[in-house]
Nanobody
Framework: QVQLVESGGSLVQPGGSLRLSCAAS????????LSWYRQAPGKVRELVAS????????TYGDSVKGRFAVSRDNAKNTVYLQMSSLKPEDTAMYYC?????????WGQGTQVTVSS
């Protein structure tokens, strides 16, 4: 079955950096694009970044452009989110997701807290 397992979240100071990972299994990883979303308490889930199956094409939410970078390693079935210049408003649960046919699969999320 499809599984997505996020890791790497933690408490970090403003201005700091963090790299999230999402390990995937149960599908042909190199055939699908993946996305990172985040959700803060009381807010709607928002798109952070997407990457196509080759890793060549990426898109970002306006709030993270220039600070975050998404990448993937198809040999390791893993997608990454490198986050830099973190701000308190980046505090959220971060999820990776993949759409296969008409169904979306989500991981359990990893918590990122940006605070001094």
């Amino acid at each position: 079955q499809v599984q997505l397992v996020e890791s790497g979240g933690s408490l970090v100071q403003p201005g700091g950096s963090l790299r999230l990972s999402c390990a995937a299994s149960g599908f042909i990883f190199s055939s699908y694009g993946l996305s990172w979303y985040r959700q803060a308490p009381g807010k709607v889930r928002e798109l952070v970044a997407s990457i196509d199956n080759t890793g060549i094409s990426t898109t970002y939410g306006d709030s993270v452009k220039g600070r975050f970078a998404v990448s993937r390693d198809n040999a390791k079935n893993t997608v990454y989110l490198q986050m830099s210049s973190l701000k308190p408003e980046d505090t959220a649960m971060y999820y990776c997701t993949v759409r296969i046919v008409s169904e979306y699969y989500w991981g359990q999320g990893t918590q990122v807290t940006v605070s001094s």
